[in-house]
């Protein structure tokens, strides 16, 4: 993992001044079934117009048991909206049209995967966001930052 990682830097640096809008602007999370997501801070290039993210759902108990999803939202709302998810309940655990919901992926269980193309251009570069996974009881473990530079 180490190696490879160290060889994307390597990559990304010998075309950097190049856009290349495959690598940075697309990502790509996983959970699990342990309650977790594989990484804790999500980056894009704030030259992305459109996100592209692909969430993984890496474990094998059913979305009704073990659903995860990928919510975005500001660092001031995210807290309140998942718990307002929470109440919401199935199938999305988030609040229908609210205006908190950045970018939301549907509710996925082990072995499943989706992807959502989401707008940046209206989010400030070096503003406080948050992704998160809305279903109950989640929030708190799965969430981490999402960065635009
Ligand atoms: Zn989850």
Redesign the pocket.
């Known amino acids: 993992m180490t190696r490879n990682f160290a060889l994307a830097a390597l990559a990304g640096l010998a075309f950097s001044g190049q856009v290349n809008a495959q690598d940075e602007c697309s990502l790509r999370i996983e959970?699990n079934d342990q309650?977790e997501f594989n990484k804790e801070e999500l980056t894009v290039s704030a030259s992305c117009s459109e996100v592209t993210l692909t969430l993984v759902h890496v474990g094998e108990l059913e979305a009704n048991v073990?659903?995860?999803?990928w919510a975005l939202s500001t660092q001031a709302d995210w807290e309140q909206l998942a718990m307002d998810g929470q109440a919401a309940g199935a199938p999305d655990y988030l609040p229908e049209d609210d205006d908190r919901v950045i970018a939301a992926t549907d509710v996925i269980g082990g072995g499943e995967q989706t992807t959502i193309t989401f707008d940046i251009s209206g989010l400030d570069p070096g503003g406080s966001y948050m992704f998160f996974?809305s279903?109950p009881g989640?929030y708190s473990l799965?969430n981490g930052e999402f960065i635009i530079e």
Do not use: L, R, Y
């Open positions: 959970g309650i073990m659903g995860h999803n996974c279903f989640h799965m």
